[in-house]
């Protein structure tokens, strides 16, 4: 096998200022594809994990409004999540078939469903924290409220309001050995979408879906880690993570090791809900063996990989 790269890609890149329709969201899909592309060109075996932020809120929302209305099954967060799975994986799945096939690739790739374990004690289901589905302004948030009174609303990175949900920490991937086998049969995987469907166990060890979303960022880099992969990137809207990030002093950050990333954040330059959770995904991923981890845009994935854009994050 060659060597490993896990590409998260975010639900936000995905979803572009106001291109918000699916069909949008595909063409996003394929701008981003070719880039993955590029890097498997580069001789990396390449497992695409995604984020379902906005898309699970979506979903959500779309049930909550057909059961106010029509009296219609609720979709439970959980199978929201799955839901998304295969409704992103699906788009990815095709775009990087499509891909292969115009670049005269003999690659395959496939979608995994795959369940993510979570403590059911996690301190996250009493302190919901996950921004899902739209960004609402501050001139609307009062009638939000008012409309939603169980809604708890965040300020998401200055970017408007969002309703959070809990996001324990991923613990286990119970569809890990299946997505290795794919990898070692050179097939390109789509895995552990929207962070993975969270599960539990009950007392006789069977699973249990439970309603919440987790990090895709934290769920990406345990995969990752676990299956000792090479680099560990995170795609995102930005092409570096800044210092000051939006003010007038931003300052790009490339080539960054441990020490230096960890008192940037203890600093507070990374927002809590966007990219303090991709700096700590990363940091886990190098505490846990891995060797480089790269946060850019999708634009820029193949130069960051050679080393020349992107910020790099090493020991
Ligand atoms: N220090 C920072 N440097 C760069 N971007 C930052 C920083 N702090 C917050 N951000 C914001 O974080 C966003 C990425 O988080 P988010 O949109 O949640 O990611 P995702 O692509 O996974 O959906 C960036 O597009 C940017 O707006
Ligand atoms: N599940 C998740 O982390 O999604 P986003 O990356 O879209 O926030």
Not at 202 to 207: A, S
């Amino acid at each position: 096998m060659g060597k490993l790269a896990v590409i998260a890609i975010g639900g936000n890149s995905l979803i572009k200022d106001k291109r918000q329709s699916v069909d949008d969201q595909y063409i996003a899909v394929c701008e981003t594809v070719k880039h993955i592309v590029d890097v498997i060109e580069e001789g990396y075996e390449v497992i695409v994990t995604h984020g379902n932020g906005p898309q699970v809120g979506f979903i959500m929302r779309r049930s909550e409004i057909a059961h106010e209305t029509d009296d219609m099954h609720l979709v439970p967060l959980v199978n929201c999540d799955a839901d998304t799975q295969g409704a992103i994986g699906y788009q990815i799945q095709q775009a990087l078939q499509n891909e292969f096939h115009k670049r005269g690739m003999k690659k395959k790739a496939t979608t995994v469903v795959s369940q993510v374990e979570v403590d059911k004690n996690d301190k996250a289901f009493s302190n919901p924290s996950k921004p899902i589905g739209s960004f609402y302004s501050e001139d609307k948030i009062d009638k939000i409220k008012e409309e939603h009174p169980n809604w708890i609303l965040i300020n998401d990175s200055g970017r408007g309001y969002r309703r959070v949900v809990p996001s324990p920490m991923p613990i286990n991937i119970i569809e890990q050995d299946s997505i290795e086998l794919l990898i070692e049969k050179g097939v390109t995987v789509i895995a552990v979408g929207g962070g993975g469907i969270p599960v539990i166990r009950d007392e006789e060890d069977n699973l249990i879906g439970v309603n919440a979303v987790i990090d895709k960022d934290n769920a990406s880099s345990l995969l990752a880690g676990e299956l000792n992969a090479d680099l560990f990137i995170i795609s995102t809207a930005v092409p570096n993570v800044c210092i000051n990030f939006g003010k007038e002093n931003e300052e790009k950050l490339h080539d960054v090791g441990m020490d230096k990333i960890k008192n940037l954040r203890n600093e507070g330059h990374f927002a809590p809900g966007s990219m303090l959770p991709k700096i700590n995904a990363c940091i886990n991923f190098l505490e846990n063996g891995g060797k480089k981890a790269i946060i850019t845009c999708p634009e820029e994935l193949k130069e960051a990989v050679m080393g020349d854009k992107g910020t790099i994050i090493s020991k």
